[in-house]
């Protein structure tokens, strides 16, 4: 989307001067409270550590599977508080980070890898009515936007390949007049829409209300509660914690960004920062100008892209295009809020809804994600099959993390199965080299991107040699 501020000057900054350094879902006045730390010692059949969406879908379906198992989660600070509880929401079919990446690492796979995704959406939709799960759930779809004459192009190709490879079913082209009847702004040239691969819901929400279901089925949860060390004892495992630990048969591990117990696997992930802001309400006649009456995700199809919704109160979420990492892949609280990327994200929502001025943001926040080389998920065991883990989501991790940790128990129950069997889940993305070759490495590529967004899409001889690497990267 063309950066551009608004031809009336730089008034959108005021748009900013309110906006609570937060993240609007944990907010929510039904936030619940945190469950005790763990103290002494505890003995269980499955050990899951992380209270994100990977630990919480883990141990939800671990007592689905086998009422019978014990099963501990044990939680740093509090359930929900990190990338599970302030995304934008967008709950997604694909478990390969979008189509055109997972046609091009396995071609030979995709048909099976969009049939489980399907799958898996739709049991994340049984679970939220089954649990009752209060996360205002919508399977709306997304239109993925193009706001430059080459990226319809590019649209309207990519859908002719979709129809040839009979990957096009519940996706449709959207010309200009198409996609400016469901959202109007000025800047949309082209759309595709799919209509049943995604659901919006509120993301806090959809992890306190796991917590709950999970609770409700005898999982032992302890926040506030590190897991500091993981070591092999007996024929099983144990956890320390500052105040005690953990003996386990089995653990699954669901820490994603933050450092893996298994320091083998940190090289596989870095941490990038993503940023978003959210409005205030809509009026009535602010919605009528912008239309959106089917209330889909959107995302242009930018390399450098942007993300926005609407929440159950009609506020805009709007985030995405800065794709921040700090050298030394540093996780650090203070990263979490940057004026110069609210700033350039105001200018550059004026810009795709200039009917919208005057409209203020009340929230503006950011977080790192975990993403690996090849943009989606990898899995693995350690410690002869007594541990399993899944990282890798990329920010798309809502509706793949229950995938996830079917992965994981699957693994862990040593079971052959179509997902275990799946060269996705068998094979593992290249690591990230050490500093600072993967600090330059991703500036250099960050570089590349901008410079492609600016030059009709054309990708330099450092994108081209990522793509034939394997590695074709966006933010």
Request: proline share 5%.
């Amino acid at each position: 989307m063309a950066p551009s501020a608004m031809s009336r000057g730089n008034n959108w900054t005021k748009s900013l001067s309110d906006a609570q350094p937060v993240p609007y879902w944990l907010e929510d006045p039904g936030k619940p409270h945190p469950e005790p730390a763990l103290t002494g010692a505890e003995t269980c059949d499955l050990l899951v550590v992380g209270g994100g969406y990977s630990g919480l879908w883990t141990a939800l379906i671990a007592k689905e599977r086998d009422p019978g198992r014990d099963v501990v989660l044990l939680e740093g600070r509090e359930v929900g508080w990190a990338a599970s509880g302030r995304n934008g929401g967008f709950c997604a079919a694909s478990l390969t980070h979008g189509l055109p990446n997972g046609l091009a690492r396995w071609p030979e796979e995709i048909h099976k890898l969009q049939e489980l995704g399907a799958r898996n959406l739709d049991e994340i939709e049984k679970a939220v009515a089954r649990h009752s799960l209060d996360c205002d759930f919508e399977r709306t779809g997304e239109i993925d936007v193009a706001t430059e004459t080459y990226q319809a192009r590019e649209l309207r190709d990519w859908y002719e390949e979709m129809e040839r490879e009979g990957l096009a079913d519940g996706i449709e082209f959207l010309d200009a007049e198409a996609v400016r009847e469901q959202v109007d702004s000025p800047t949309f040239q082209a759309g595709l829409w799919d209509r049943q691969g995604v659901a919006m819901l509120h993301p806090a929400k959809l992890a306190w209300g796991l917590k709950r279901a999970c609770l409700a089925l005898g999982v032992r949860i302890h926040e506030r509660t590190p897991a500091l060390t993981l070591k092999p004892y007996g024929a099983g495992m144990a956890v320390r914690t500052p105040y005690g630990s953990v003996r386990a048969r089995k653990v699954a591990l669901g820490t994603n960004i933050f450092p893996n117990l298994l320091k083998r696997v940190r090289a596989y992930t870095v941490p990038v920062y993503d940023y978003a802001l959210m409005t205030e309400p809509l009026s009535d006649e602010q919605l009528t100008s912008i239309g959106w009456k089917n209330r889909q995700g959107l995302g242009d199809s930018a390399n450098q892209f942007h993300y926005f919704r609407l929440s159950a109160d009609n506020r805009i979420l709007w985030g995405g295009y800065d794709a921040i990492h700090h050298y030394g892949g540093r996780v650090r609280a203070e990263y979490d809020d940057r004026p110069e990327t609210y700033a350039k994200l105001a200018g550059h929502f004026f810009t795709c809804f200039p009917q919208l001025e005057g409209v203020r943001f009340t929230h503006a926040w950011g977080g790192a994600i975990d993403t690996c080389s090849r943009f989606s998920a990898f899995f693995g065991t350690a410690h002869h099959g007594n541990v399993a883990y899944a990282a890798g989501y990329t920010g798309l991790g809502v509706g793949a993390t229950r995938f996830g940790a079917e992965v994981m128990l699957d693994l862990l129950a040593g079971e052959t199965t179509e997902r275990t069997s799946l060269e996705m889940v068998r094979k593992k993305p290249l690591p990230f080299p050490p500093e600072p070759f993967a600090w330059t490495g991703i500036a250099l590529t960050k570089w590349s991107l901008a410079r492609a967004d600016s030059h009709g899409g054309r990708r330099n001889l450092w994108l081209r040699t990522m793509d034939r690497l394997g590695l074709g990267f966006d933010s």
